[in-house]
């Protein structure tokens, strides 16, 4: 909470903290990310992804009442453009969450409708089944009369196959990337059941700019959305449950259960064939794009899921920084912050209290991070299993003359491990995780042995060099 944002009269906020499941407002806003900027750049953070943040009725804000302007409690637009402005002179881009399938009851179109019935202009903006609407007097007996996000009253979903409503969809997109944002992660985007719509969605946003990221909310197989035309990438849950079941195979919570989420315990052999799977159903430019999720404001929290062992959230968030694809942290994992499902996810992040802070993960968080930022190879190079027995994965990732091995052990034991490599691969290799320095070599059989420590990971580096 910033003291920069202008006091409006009457405006009182919960304490910072208080319990979630209130569903109040504790008065956090744009300004103050602006002063925590230097805390998420030192995490090694290259983009933020921002919840809704359009004026709403709502603490998430997913009841979007007015589209072209950032709530007030924010701080508003000017907020928003000073946010920009220091992201962007930190090398941060920033993400902003596209709600298009539905808005609120305070979306002025809608109000409209209640206003005016069949006589507003704006009746084919929403599809209505009967007479009088029913937003604030609807229940088991006497159901809402209109077509609304799974059955709420206070989402009214949007009729997106009318052409005004499109326009307007695709006005706000192209205005937003216009003020300054980097992207559009955009909200149950599959409920918008029209490919043509998406792909002038996408033609809108890469006209204002074509670096611009745009990622939807597909849990499982994306491939219809993901064949150049429409998204760039989608939120990767399947590498969430893959590695969360294989890091944390020991100690998932038995009674956790949550759609789309495979969460049985994995061993190598099927951690592979889930990383195989994932790989396999997408071209390699788009692997590289796909936002790497361990949990999100959806979920129950990763460390959460796993029985609160730190060691497999390390476990995981190595796999995140050394796998294609875009490493996604969502807010307080870094240090420690557990819980269920929303809204005990969604908790206010404890800067007033560092001594609940874990510090040795931040640490190791911010280690990994650099990691993946100092070996260019680990973000874009090729990627191949080389291993995968008991609980020992093994890959190694090639860019230009760089070849990169990552191993990982998920054993309570140290592991001693013999990697079959090319007769092509480099004789000679260093560590370059979890410390700097250390030698090994390929042997005669083209094989590296090794031993790796219990519940870790190792990384090595070589060049290869012209005969």
Request: charge should be negative; proline fraction near 5%.
């Amino acid at each position: 909470r910033s003291e920069r944002v202008k006091p409006q009269r009457g405006v009182v906020f919960k304490d910072w903290g208080s319990p979630p499941e209130e569903q109040g407002f504790q008065g956090g806003d744009l300004f103050g990310v602006i002063e925590q900027l230097d805390y998420l750049a030192d995490l090694g953070v290259n983009a933020l992804y921002f919840n809704p943040i359009f004026a709403s009725a709502a603490n998430h804000r997913y009841h979007t009442f007015d589209y072209f302007n950032v709530d007030p409690l924010l701080g508003g637009n000017e907020a928003l453009g000073h946010l920009l402005d220091e992201a962007h002179d930190r090398g941060m881009r920033v993400v902003l969450d596209g709600v298009f399938n539905h808005a609120s009851r305070g979306f002025w179109p809608f109000h409209h409708v209640l206003e005016n019935g069949e006589d507003s202009p704006y009746i084919d903006w929403f599809i209505v089944e009967d007479w009088p609407l029913r937003p604030y007097s609807s229940g088991p007996d006497n159901p809402v009369n209109y077509s609304a996000w799974w059955g709420l009253p206070a989402l009214p979903k949007l009729n997106t196959a009318n052409k005004d409503v499109q326009n307007f969809i695709f006005e706000i997109a192209a205005f937003w990337v216009d003020f300054g944002i980097d992207g559009w992660r955009l909200d149950v985007p599959m409920e918008i059941d029209d490919d043509a719509f998406w792909r002038h969605f996408r033609y809108v946003v890469k006209r204002a700019n074509p670096e611009a990221y745009i990622c939807g909310e597909i849990w499982e197989d994306a491939r219809r959305w993901l064949q150049g035309d429409q998204y760039d990438a989608v939120m990767n849950y399947i590498f969430s449950w893959s590695a969360m079941t294989f890091a944390g195979a020991k100690t998932l919570r038995p009674d956790y259960d949550r759609e789309h989420l495979s969460l049985e315990p994995r061993d190598a052999v099927q951690f592979s064939e889930s990383v195989d799977y994932m790989y396999g159903l997408y071209d390699w430019e788009i692997n590289f794009a796909q936002l790497n999720v361990l949990g999100s404001h959806d979920t129950a929290r990763a460390l959460w899921i796993m029985g609160e062992d730190v060691s497999a959230l390390q476990l995981c968030v190595f796999l995140q920084m050394t796998m294609p694809g875009a490493p996604c942290v969502y807010y307080g994992d870094e240090i420690g912050m557990s819980s269920g499902d929303d809204p005990y996810c969604r908790e206010a992040f404890p800067w007033q209290e560092k001594e609940k802070w874990n510090y040795t993960l931040l640490q190791f968080y911010r280690k990994a991070t650099a990691l993946r930022h100092t070996y260019e190879v680990l973000r874009t190079g090729t990627f191949e299993r080389v291993y995968a027995q008991g609980e020992v994965y093994a890959f190694k990732r090639i860019l230009g003359n760089q070849i990169a091995i990552v191993i990982v052990n998920c054993a309570q034991d140290k592991q001693d491990v013999d990697l079959p490599l090319r007769g092509s691969d480099p004789v000679e290799y260093t560590l370059a995780w979890p410390d700097q320095g250390g030698e090994y070599k390929k042997n005669e059989d083209n094989h590296l042995s090794l031993a790796i420590e219990n519940r870790s990971g190792l990384v090595l580096i070589a060049n290869y060099t012209e005969e």
